[in-house]
């Protein structure tokens, strides 16, 4: 059965990102269609996949991580504007029997991201 799955680390801090607000929408229509909304548990993880079996169909996806809210709540000092705010990530599931995690390294200057196992 496939899945869904995300993990945020805090790079500026050298931790899991636990309460960083994620949401997870469906690319493909006029508007983005918003999945689910979600706060990462002290881990930095969901506390269940995302998406999972009849709900993981192949299609564009898009994960919106609220980086500059959460470094803002740990009491960094951003500029205003924050440098990142809100952290865009789309991408494609092709089989929905795979598991897909993405997972993203962030601080309040820069991010990265992979297909993780």
Do not use: C, I
Not at 14 to 20: K, L, Q, R, T, V
Not at 57 to 79: C, E, H, I, S, T
Request: avoid cysteine; charged fraction near 20%; glycine fraction near 10%.
């Amino acid at each position: 059965m496939g899945k869904l799955t995300t993990h945020v680390l805090d790079t500026m801090h050298g931790s899991p990102a636990a309460g960083m607000a994620v949401r997870l929408y469906r690319l493909g229509g006029a508007e983005p269609e918003l999945l689910k909304a979600l706060a990462l548990n002290h881990d930095g993880r969901a506390d269940a996949p995302l998406l999972e079996g009849a709900a993981l169909v192949p299609g564009r996806y898009r994960l919106v991580f609220a980086v500059a809210d959460y470094f803002k709540a740990r009491d960094v000092q951003l500029p205003e504007p924050a440098f990142l705010d809100e952290v865009p990530l789309d991408f494609g599931l092709a089989d929905a029997g795979s598991h897909y995690h993405v997972p993203l390294l962030a601080s309040p200057w820069s991010y990265s991201t992979y297909r993780g196992s």
